[in-house]
């Protein structure tokens, strides 16, 4: 079983997740909580640290269209998501700016070839992976636990799936992406990864009284 | 005593409970509230009132009074008839001395002709100083409950929900209204205060039988269980409007932030006591109290009651006291003609004596003085008046269905209009806001069918069914006017306000003294300012002052109506605390290392390593001047300044100049605003001709992210600003050993002197992790800041730390950090700088470009200049190096006037001497010379003036 210090680099809250009870397996260059002994249940209430998975994103007035020149298509509209063929979500973040999930296996190598270009004048790469955690709430219950710690309607009848929200979630800003898993509602959730480990147990207070509780990233994908 | 069903609706029959009153042990059922199951029990009294301690009972089992408030362990000011009984419950009276039932402070209505209204202002303040005698006994005496400030946090907490249409209200037409909303497949949210919905229709008998109200309930009932698009929140308290139809709905230790499209008011109204003689004796209750015990709790509320009325609704209360086994001894029907409704006819028919045209004289209470023993009628002459000629008529209940007032707070909180209306004897909706409609008996619509059909009409208006709204004011119907039910005596004690014990002889001279308008006699006397909050005392009060100041009463208004519309706890308010804290990447590490940790703004530091502070600080120091030290420095604002303008923009929010700046360097920042004040400083590092990475303050990294993406947008240069705050972790690694170090694990990189001077900077793989290398020296000492991706902060660190071992690095925290930099003569912004200081007082004019046309500040700067300094930071050190230290802040003093302050202060591990930074007058800053700093108890320090750096004037150390 892979360690989180077998990497360089960690997740935020590796070590509330050891004391969760997580089991780790290495994905890209970190270990990423792969299972919990006492697991959530998904199709319910649970959340999932991928902050380890490979994210990036792209800035300024040319960044949309240099990322379409990498065949990498943002949505048309700003605070909406795009699925890649490859499984990548791309968010548009603004008319000047996108962010870049990797697909929950990181089989995806687009983070790793966005990163690996230099876009130049009008692009300006930000290291998502570092400056955002990257937690996904998923389960039934999630609308109403985010209605707990959040002000904006994102309830799935309000919220379409792939819908952003730039918004404050337990007063730290926050995006919010909708991004089911199956007929699950998920959201990712990202943030200051300086605040990761107060917002984990801000929403994990928050999920209690659904009996929510942390779940790993295979339970996430055998969502779909 | 307990009635059988079907009586008893809400309760449980199968869950008895078990709680304690006043320390006795009571059983009631699942279903109960406090009141209703004493009640059950036999127990009427249940508080005392807060002037007179006068014994209080049930008023309207609604919440809507404060004559039940008791004490549930640590939490005061429960309102007993609303308040569940569960098992365990343990319930105190509150507000008496010695017992409830034997209050030792019964004594003072004995001086109620010396407390008249307002005695308050006028009683306490002469002679000067005599307040701190009658302090003591007025608080003793005050105040309502017991607060124990040891309680610890409840849980409460916050949840946000939407609707296109809140429908605020039960009853059936807030039940109408959201099924008609529904139909327009819309999102519909009803709230209701009370455990059920059906509103007064699960307790008033709106016909002779008293079966066609529960059956109506049970068919809108029915309806809304079928519809998909409603939620239906009960025991839920909509405590207020605000803009946009934002509404806070209280649910048990939740405040649900209910955001709605359309509201519909459908609250009904509050049934209104009268006013006479005693009218307050546990035993005296509104009708629908009654009502509310029998048909809700399965309470029988007394042996033989009294029924005072205006016709119908009173004569339903007395046909439910008949089916009760109550004995009706009479109904005093305050109308002076019968009305033809049936239910009169039906009392008649069973029985019940009718006093037509009377009025209450006064209540008597039982010898012990803690309920009601009869009372004493009489017929009305006029307003207020009765005749001489009056009956006794012993009981022990009376009921007081003695007229209606709208619950429109909502109404008045959206800046509706709600005033006296002389027809319907109460107040009425006269206009309601945009987006709002009312329906039912908070408009003044009595009639079910009728308020459903209304219901109906505010429904499909809100929904978009219907362009046409709700009328309102409602059009008056054409019942004369009915007398008031006050009725002023001439021994006093008939109660205006329950709450303040404010009797009419109290409103009336508050009236003479000239307070002649409802909100200032509402300040003078404190009518409606208690915890019903006018609920049941705003009506009468309204028509006294309007008679007494000879004002009319048509079209008058009452006091300002203000959320909450009921008490909201602190809990409610405050909810759950969110507060963000940021964490370094190696926080855990500073954490193993056993550190002493700080806040810091948001952010959690180190402030120093072990659990001695004075030898902890010393060792750090002394590690990092002549070996090896490495400190967390992530809390450092980063951000990147790219593209085709990032020199230009730079150069115009930092007073330095950046278009020349070599690659590969580093060069100081210092920022200002306009008004020319230093605001934050740091250095900007160039790795490439259009990219600029530059650090920032602690404290000012979000203030100058946002000043920087303000003006870019002004500007439009061609140039993008990225926070990497939280996305790179920072160390610096400082201390003659610092390159040996740093070349076990930085192979890259040509670490020497020439190749890697001072202010240069790299881009390197640092222990095989691509890091940003500055080599800057706020310590004063040869060191490199290593700026790293965050995720991999804690490796960094690690490896640093393995590296350093053989030289005995040691990690050292922000108070070392602090004593090094002073020794170094280095300012830290905030701290030896204010809100008003400006570059020439802090030594910092060669900061100041002179060839740029143009940074933020530098037209107010030079007006400054023009002005003259008027104090100048310096560095010092104590004559008496031994001796007392002085403290940041501590007064600069000449002569009796301060000309400056301490802002920094150490005594310096490295030089062994105190040394300091201070505001002094500009003719103090000499060196040599020397200034007074008032040390604490007032002991005068002297000071001289010393040069600055302290520690190695040469730079030596931090460039080698």
Same mark, same amino acid.
């Given at each position: ?15 509330? !997740?050891?004391?969760? #009870?997580?089991?780790?397996?290495? +994905? @890209? &260059? ?8 006492? /697991? ?42 795009? !699925?890649?063929?490859? #499984?990548?979500?791309?968010?548009? +973040? @603004? &008319? ?8 929950? /296996? ?119 | ?99 409830l039932v034997a209050d030792r402070d019964r004594w003072i209505e004995k001086f109620s002709s010396f407390l008249p209204v307002g005695f308050y202002y006028r009683a306490f303040f002469k002679p000067k100083g ?82 066609s109200g529960p059956a109506l309930v049970q068919e809108l009932l029915g309806q809304l269980r079928a519809a998909k698009n409603i939620t239906v929140m009960t025991e839920a308290t909509c405590t207020g409007w ?402 085709p303008d990032a020199a230009e923009f730079l150069d115009r929010v930092y007073t330095l100049s950046y278009a020349r700046q070599q690659v590969g360097r580093a060069r100081y920042v210092l920022m200002c605003d ?287």
């Amino acid at each position: 079983m892979a360690q989180p210090t077998d990497h360089k680099r960690r997740s935020f809250i590796y070590r509330q !997740l050891v004391s969760a #009870g997580a089991e780790f397996t290495s +994905l @890209a &260059d970190a270990a990423v909580a792969s299972r919990y002994r006492n /697991e959530g249940d998904a199709r319910k209430l649970g959340i999932a640290d991928l902050s380890p998975l490979p994210r990036t994103g792209f800035k300024g007035r040319q960044a949309l269209d240099w990322m379409a020149e990498q065949d990498v298509a943002a949505s048309p509209h700003n605070n909406l998501a795009n !699925l890649q063929p490859d #499984g990548c979500l791309v968010a548009r +973040l @603004a &008319d000047t700016e996108a962010l870049v999930l990797s697909d929950l /296996e990181a089989k995806s190598t687009t983070v790793e070839k966005l990163n690996a270009l230099e876009p130049g004048v009008g692009c300006y790469p930000v290291p998502r992976g570092d400056t955002y955690f990257w937690f996904v709430l998923a389960g039934i219950h999630a609308p109403d636990c985010l209605l707990k710690i959040c002000g904006v309607d994102i309830r799935p009848h309000k919220f379409p799936n792939h819908s952003i929200a730039q918004t404050s979630i337990a007063r730290l800003s926050t995006i919010a992406i909708r991004d089911d898993r199956g007929s699950t509602p998920a959201y990712h959730l990202l943030a200051d990864g300086t605040s990761a480990a107060y917002f984990w147990s801000a929403v994990l207070d928050a999920m209690a009284e659904f009996d929510g509780r942390p779940i790993g990233l295979e339970s996430l994908i055998a969502l779909n | 005593m307990r009635l059988a069903a079907p009586f008893g609706s809400l309760i449980d029959r199968d869950a008895p409970v078990t709680f304690t009153f006043e320390g006795r042990t009571y059983q009631g059922f699942a279903g109960d509230t406090v009141a209703s199951a004493l009640a059950a029990n036999d127990v009427w009294l249940i508080s005392r009132s807060f002037k007179y301690h006068r014994p209080r009972g049930v008023l309207t089992m609604s919440g809507d009074d404060g004559n039940t408030m008791v004490q549930v362990g640590q939490e005061p000011n429960g309102l007993a008839d609303i308040l569940p009984i569960h098992d365990g419950l343990a319930v105190m009276g509150q507000h008496y001395s010695g017992s409830l039932v034997a209050d030792r402070d019964r004594w003072i209505e004995k001086f109620s002709s010396f407390l008249p209204v307002g005695f308050y202002y006028r009683a306490f303040f002469k002679p000067k100083g005599i307040w701190n005698f009658w302090e003591k006994l007025v608080r003793a005496k005050a105040g309502l409950g017991r607060v124990d400030t040891s309680t610890p946090h409840g849980y409460y907490d916050k949840a946000y929900a939407f609707a296109d249409v809140a429908v605020i209200g039960g009853g059936v037409a807030g039940m109408a209204a959201a099924l008609e909303a529904a139909k327009a497949d819309v999102e519909v949210v009803l709230v209701e205060r009370q455990p059920m919905l059906g509103g007064s229709l699960n307790y008033t008998r709106i016909d002779v039988e008293g079966t066609s109200g529960p059956a109506l309930v049970q068919e809108l009932l029915g309806q809304l269980r079928a519809a998909k698009n409603i939620t239906v929140m009960t025991e839920a308290t909509c405590t207020g409007w605000f803009t946009d139809n934002f509404l806070p709905i209280v649910v048990a230790n939740r405040m649900v932030k209910l955001r709605a499209g359309q509201v519909i008011v459908a609250t009904g109204a509050v049934e209104q006591p009268a006013v006479f003689r005693n009218n307050d004796l546990p035993g005296i209750m509104l009708g629908s109290a009654a009502q509310r015990l029998i048909r809700i709790y399965g309470v029988k509320p007394g042996q033989r009651a009294v029924v005072a009325c205006y016709g119908g609704t009173g004569y339903g209360v007395a046909l439910d006291l008949l089916d009760a086994g109550v004995e009706v001894a009479a109904i005093v029907d305050l109308s002076a003609t019968p009305t033809d409704n049936p239910r009169r006819q039906a009392a008649v028919d069973r029985g019940i004596e009718v006093l037509q045209g009377y009025g209450l004289r006064e209540a008597n209470a039982r010898r012990d003085g803690a309920h009601l023993a009869g009372v004493v009628a009489a017929p009305i002459t006029g307003n207020g008046e009765l005749a001489d000629e009056q009956r006794a008529i012993e009981c022990d209940l009376l009921c007081m269905s003695t007229g209606w007032t709208p619950a429109a707070s909502l109404v008045a909180h959206a800046a509706g209009e709600v005033s006296y209306a002389e027809r319907s004897g109460s107040f009425m909706v006269r206009a309601v806001a945009k987006n709002m409609q009312v329906a039912g008996a908070v408009s003044g619509e009595w009639v079910v069918d009728a308020a459903i059909e209304e219901g109906r009409q505010a429904g499909a208006a809100a929904s978009g069914q219907d362009a046409n709204p709700v009328p309102v004011p409602r059009a008056p119907d054409d019942r004369p006017p009915q007398p008031w039910a006050i009725f002023p005596h001439e021994k006093g004690k008939e109660f205006v306000d329950f709450d303040e014990d404010l009797t009419v002889a109290d409103i009336r001279n508050s009236v003479a003294e000239g307070f002649g308008d409802i909100e200032l006699v509402k300040r003078f006397s404190t009518v409606v300012m208690g915890p019903s909050q006018g609920r049941v005392s705003a009506l009468n009060a309204l028509r006294l002052v309007q008679s007494h100041a000879g004002r009319p009463l048509e079209g008058a208004r009452g006091t300002t109506n203000r959320p909450p519309v009921t008490p909201e706890k602190f809990g409610h308010l405050s909810g759950r605390g969110f507060e963000p804290v940021r964490l370094t990447a190696m926080h855990d590490r500073h954490v193993e290392a056993d550190a002493e940790m700080t806040v810091a703004g948001a952010w959690i530091r180190p402030a120093y390593y072990g659990a001695d502070r004075e030898q902890a600080l010393q060792d750090e120091v002394m590690c990092v001047r002549n070996n090896v030290g490495l400190i967390d420095v992530s809390t450092l604002g980063g951000l990147d300044v790219r593209g085709p303008d990032a020199a230009e923009f730079l150069d115009r929010v930092y007073t330095l100049s950046y278009a020349r700046q070599q690659v590969g360097r580093a060069r100081y920042v210092l920022m200002c605003d306009q008004s020319g004040t230093i605001t934050d400083d740091g250095v900007a590092c160039r790795f490439s001709d259009d990219n600029f990475y530059v650090t920032t303050t602690t404290g000012g990294s979000d203030a100058v992210y946002r000043t920087m993406l303000l003006w870019n947008a002004q500007w439009r240069l061609d140039v993008d600003i990225t926070n990497l705050t939280g996305g790179l972790a920072a160390v610096n690694i400082a201390g003659p050993n610092a390159r040996a170090v740093m070349e076990k694990i930085c192979s890259e990189v040509d670490l020497s002197a020439e190749a890697f001077p001072y202010m240069g900077v790299r881009l390197a793989r640092v222990a095989d992790i691509a890091a940003r290398l500055l080599r800057v020296g706020f310590v004063g000492e040869l060191g490199y800041e290593i700026h790293a991706p965050a995720g991999m902060g804690e490796a960094l660190w690690d490896a640093l730390m393995d590296a350093g071992a053989e030289f005995g690095i040691k990690p050292f925290g922000v108070e070392a950090q602090r004593i090094l930099r002073l020794e170094k003569g280095h300012i830290i912004i905030t701290q030896d700088t204010d809100g008003l200081t400006h570059p020439h007082e802090a030594n910092m004019a060669w900061a100041l470009s002179r060839r740029k046309p143009f940074y933020f500040g530098r037209r107010a700067i030079a007006a400054q200049m023009k002005r003259g300094l008027t104090r100048k930071l310096v560095g010092f050190t104590l004559a008496e190096p031994d001796g007392p230290l002085p403290e940041e802040s501590h007064l600069v003093v000449r002569d009796g006037e301060i000309t400056g302050r301490v802002t920094s202060i150490v005594r310096s591990p490295t030089l062994n001497r105190p040394i300091g930074l201070a505001f002094v007058a500009p003719d103090q800053s000499e060196t040599g010379q020397s200034f007074s700093i008032k040390g604490h108890g007032g002991r005068m320090i002297e000071a001289l003036v010393a040069p600055v750096p302290f520690y190695d004037p040469e730079n030596s150390r931090q460039e080698m």
